[in-house]
């Protein structure tokens, strides 16, 4: 469908992924009082780490929808890292840690797009992006989250309403925006 | 040889798309006013993006010819190069800076073109004294008017020292006074420092006595020609005689009832663009809004619908606004946008169509006489197209049919007559008309346009020095 | 300092935070960060802010790890909650210390980040205002066509990448009309330089860090 893309970084691409990672900050602005109205609700049982992982996804969208719309070697870590130093500069709550999680967020999503060899931007290549940001991020926050010290239930069942979250807004919010992007003609085909 | 030679220009936006230019010649001579006009979206913007280099660099496809300036080839320039020789002043105002603040802005111009950081002061200053602008080259630009960002437009290309100034339809969101002022600093431009002007605009009046050449753009035949000095005169004679003779027309009288009124009510996006202490709008009647460019009108209809704060009281059928929700209130007035994408939802035109028959509110329209009214506007056999890559007219009526089948009582229409012909023009007046005679609605329409709508209209308001006033003539 | 180093030395102590357990290093650098804000005067507003932020997440963290982790360990609890506030005054020690002209200024001129992404950016930026006003635009829009917009509909990130397509068109072509070449040397109004000192102190900085995090504090 697509003819294959320059990977040259053009003043244009810069604006549009930081202007779209702007857009994504205003539109999930609100999101993050439910958020902390939903930790709030979870933390007494001890269950907060599920409010995060349930909305997880909002954060990692920026990686495949900047794959989707430039479609170039490294526009999802690209993307995310962007995004994330629009957080980080917007006042997000986690300020300069926000840019590692962005890369290790976009490095994560980046994968999905690597294993169809950059040549897929369809459901599937949106689900298994899905799926290698959850590995990543999971694995990563292991670690940082501390999620390794929690018993065998809690960090499957982690794993899984993460994956959740990320499939829902990073694959099928993403699919049906660049859907109706590319029925439009508003992308630059050509 | 001219100062710039276009030979065969032949340009296209998609490489097997139409052509926007064919085998154009054209040049322009060294020190001189020129003005380009015809229809808006009719290609003058292409040409002075192709004399500027930024197409094709950015969009479409020079099928060929080339364009020398001073004898150089404009492909062959180095970026920094090309902006010192030809540099261009944008239509947005607010979508051409990359600082924050005009001083920023100036520095970040300086910088690309490696000046000297020493040099830099001096150039700036006198930039900002030229334009006028030095009380606001700190401020953001974000609070500066559409008139005083244009002024620094101006300002960065004296600062590039460019000997060439393009300006892409300036004058848009621009005050008259504002706009005054640009058009003589451009020709003292052009008579004391020798620089030429090219400047694309629809709008021909005060050109007169400005303009050394008149350009002009023929969209059928894909070509743009040089006016001789008779048809150049007989143009700017036929645009000042083309403009409207006032008609008398009525005023509200104590039969009417109101339906927003406003009470110590002042508005503005950047600075306070309208201050009322008492003024009242009618209901079941076709209102024209006028005023010229920059002054507020659209500020006022976005106050009207909840998207633009203000101060005082501003009510609908003795509601406030401000405290209205807008899932309610929208049921109950609704805006034609300006820009006729910012309306469109879905993709095609039969599904944006099914939309508003779906959810309209008086189900006064049926499949048949949408289809009728489609035929009537010409938009049959349409269906299966993208809104967005409809003509700008085609974009508009649909956009206007839209909400008109919503049913809404109270529809606001921010100049909904831009870039239509003049049949289409009388089409939508008389569906306006039809909306407030047969179906009881409301109809207030901000238009620049008013020789074919005079007659349609009921009552005219008028926004002047900040105030609004019933007019008896329109 | 210069933001450059500053941010250098930030990014490694904050990956390094990721990795370790001891309480006493995220105390370090909450009262690191702490001092710098005394010496910035940072108004009251700022702590507050500081405080509260972190509280709930940090309260999350802790009442999972001491429900759920094996072996109820309260000492990684406190590790995991510290950590949180760790992270927030490591953003705190950074925004006082510089501002984001500054940072980007010193990006490309030190690091040599490619001019493209610094001025995209940092031109992306002045859009935040029109963002905002475009997205209530596609809210207020869809509602005078009988459709509620939520945040997971897409239409409000289509309209708003519409939007978005069209002015990186437009910035992009007044930045090159402006001059601005991608990439290519450019002269600088205020040179920001690394002074010698930046590397001696952050050559010190990292030593301690390192030392609270492998001498077998708690």
Sequence with gaps: ?190 | MSYIDITDLTFSYTKQGPLVLENQQLSFQQATFNVLTGPSGSGKSTLLRLLCGLFPQYTGHLQKGQILIDGENIADMDISKRAQKIAMLFQVPAEQFAMPTPRQELIFTLENMRIAPEQMDQRITQAFDFTGISEFADREFSSLSGGEQQKVALAIILALDADTILLDEPFANVDPEARNFLLHRLKQLVSNRGKTVIIADHDLSDYQQLADYLYVMEPTQKQIHLATEAEMQQRFLSFEQNRHQQISISLPDQTDTAEFKLRDFSTGHQKVLLKQANFELMKHHLTVFTGPNGVGKSTLFNSLTKLQDYQGSLTWENNEIAKLKVKDYSRHVALVFQEPISQFLKVTVAEELELSLHNQYDHAWTKERVRDTLADLGLTGFDDHVVYMLSEGQKRKLQILLMLIMGVPTLLLDEPLTGLDLVSVHKIMQLLQQAVRNEDKTVIMISHQLTDVADYADYHISLHEKELSYEASL | MNPTVLLVIVLICGVELSFTRVIAANVLVILVGLVIMLFRRANWRSYLRLFLLPLLPALGVWFSLAYFSVGHDIHFAWVLATRIYAYSFLGAIFTFSTTISETLASLEQNAHIPTTFVYGMLAALNFVPKIRSEVQKSKVSAQMRGITLHFWSPQLLFKGILAALNWSENLAEAMTSHGFAENQPRTHYSVIQIPWWNYLVSILVLAIFQMFIFTGLP
């Design chain 1, 1 to 190: 469908m697509h003819e294959q893309k320059s990977n040259a970084w053009h003043l244009r691409d810069v604006i549009l992924l930081t202007l779209t990672a702007i857009l994504t900050g205003v539109i999930y602005f609100g999101v993050v009082f439910l958020y902390n109205g939903l930790t709030a609700l979870l933390t007494p049982l001890g269950l907060a780490p599920f409010g995060n992982d349930l909305i997880l996804g909002l954060w990692t969208m920026a990686a495949p929808l900047a794959a989707c719309l430039l479609q170039k070697v490294g526009s999802a870590t690209i993307g995310e890292i962007l995004a994330s130093a629009v957080e980080a500069i917007l006042g997000g709550q986690w300020g300069i840690s926000t840019l590692i999680s962005g890369f290790v967020q976009g490095f994560g999503s980046e994968l999905g797009f690597t294993f169809t060899a950059y040549k897929r931007y369809d459901m599937f290549s949106l689900s298994l992006s899905a799926l290698t940001t959850t590995i990543v991020t999971f694995t990563w926050d292991l670690f940082r989250e501390g999620y390794a010290a929690y018993h065998g239930w809690m960090i499957i069942a982690l794993f899984f309403t993460r994956l959740l979250s990320i499939w829902l807004f990073g694959a099928l919010l993403v699919h049906a925006v660049v859907s109706l992007l590319e029925r439009s003609h508003m992308l630059r085909a050509e």
